[in-house]
């Protein structure tokens, strides 16, 4: 079974700044693909992004971009110019096996952007 | 207007009362999954449909039911079964294959509260 480790519970940073989210993700597949979700308080699930393990190009989804390190297992979001509308829970997924079997999810990180 | 709409958006359940949670989909998607919410955690999978008059068990199966009797809906039953089910509820579904457009698409949720 797949397992996904967000080890940051919590993360604050100055509104403009950049900040690195951390996902780390265990698998013996080579075909997969990787999400960040984003929920804010209104608890509607936003994808973010996308990562699909055989493209070795980074994903880039305008402020927001992932450095994936297949060999590392760790699939990382990068949100620049941070602004207050980013403030909410972050969760990584996998999605694996054909697809089918749905994602799994790590535990996220709640992101407070601060005026 | 497509998409996913789940129903109630707040149901309160007294003890040992089974309830039934609607997930309506118009976006023609086979795969449709439930997961379930608890403060502070990530999503966690319950069942899963990959086509009509199939569903199988997820991570959390116990003291749910399902049943998926049209394309379009994917009704979760909670039973009295289920001793701590205050949480808040996902119903999603899958465009299907990995391909470049693969996507998890969620409803706005249901909450779930024991009284």
């Known amino acids: 079974a797949q397992t996904v480790t967000q080890s940051q519970p919590e993360m604050s940073v100055q509104e403009a700044e950049t900040v690195t989210l951390s996902c780390t993700y265990d698998t013996s597949e080579n075909n997969y693909y990787l999400f960040w979700y984003k929920q804010p308080p209104s608890r509607q699930m936003i994808l973010v992004i996308r990562?699909?393990?055989?493209?070795?190009q980074n994903a880039t989804e305008n402020r927001f971009s992932v450095n994936f390190q297949k060999a590392a297992k760790s699939f990382s979001l990068k949100i620049s110019d941070s602004q207050l509308g980013d403030t909410a829970m972050y969760f990584c997924?996998?999605?694996?096996?054909?697809?089918?079997?749905?994602?799994?999810f790590g535990k996220g990180t709640h992101l407070i952007i601060q005026p | 207007d497509g998409g996913i709409t789940q129903s109630p958006k707040y149901l309160f359940r007294k003890e040992g009362q089974n309830v039934t949670l609607s997930c309506e989909q118009n976006l023609n998607h086979d795969a449709m999954y439930w997961y379930r919410q608890d403060p502070g955690q990530g999503l966690r999978l319950i069942y899963y449909?990959?086509?009509?008059?199939?569903?199988q068990k997820g991570d959390i199966a116990e003291g749910y039911s399902v049943s998926r009797e049209k394309k379009e809906s994917f009704p979760l039953t909670v039973t009295s079964a289920q001793k701590n089910p205050t949480a808040f509820y996902l119903c999603a579904t899958w465009t299907g294959a990995l391909h470049s457009g693969n996507t998890i698409y969620f409803g706005e949720g249901s909450w779930l509260t024991v009284v």
């Open positions: 449909s990959q086509i009509v008059n199939d569903f």
């Open positions: 990562q699909e393990a055989y493209k070795q």
């Open positions: 997924a996998f999605q694996g096996g054909g697809g089918a079997d749905g994602l799994t």
